[in-house]
């Protein structure tokens, strides 16, 4: 297991077997992949990104704000399920049942409430929260094509990982 499927796994494992996250199973995010995917993904892509920076991270408050990011808890394709300006209070609604459902502290809030900058009115206070906005921006992108599916996008994200290991170790 890799070091940061390893912090994903330390710091995420109570809210992944929570009963409300099985549920976000069931609810599709983008394109193929549920909300529970989508989750999953932002929390490693969250991890990988504060890899790469020679900053300390909260690694905790990170991997469980990126878990709970879209806590939200309905489907967001029912209209008959989803309140009104979904993009904007989507957050908000997050924040609360995680506040709810978890120990959750200031900063893993704001990861939650502003992870949707700048659309909304939060902003992120913390590089957690930024690091955060930024892997669901990729996540979201990327599984809206299900290019995560495919052979030519894992081909192209481990020469990306390569060339990136390269070019860092070479600036190190």
């Known amino acids: 297991m890799s070091k940061t499927n390893r912090l ?57 704000g ?27 609604i997050a924040a609360s049942n995680a506040k709810r459902d978890f120990d959750i502290n200031a900063k893993e809030e704001n990861i939650i409430e502003s992870h949707m900058f700048p659309l909304g009115k939060v902003f992120p206070k913390s590089r957690e929260a930024w690091v955060v906005t930024v892997a669901d921006k990729i996540c979201a992108v990327t599984e809206f094509f299900c290019l995560r599916l495919s052979k030519r996008y894992r081909r192209i994200n481990k020469m990306a990982e ?5 070019s860092y170790r070479h600036t190190a």
């Open 66 to 92: 990126a878990l709970l990011h879209d806590y939200f808890l309905y489907d967001w394709h029912n209209i008959g399920d989803m309140p009104k300006g979904h993009a904007y209070i989507h957050p908000i």
């Open 8 to 64: 994903v796994n330390r710091y995420g494992r109570k809210i992944l077997e929570s009963e409300n996250m099985q549920i976000e199973r069931t609810f599709f995010q983008h394109g193929c992949f549920t909300t529970y995917d989508h989750s999953v993904h932002v929390a490693i892509m969250s991890v990988k990104i504060a890899r790469f920076f020679p900053m300390k991270f909260s690694y905790k408050s990170l991997v469980k």
């Open 162 to 166: 390569r060339e990136t290991a390269k």
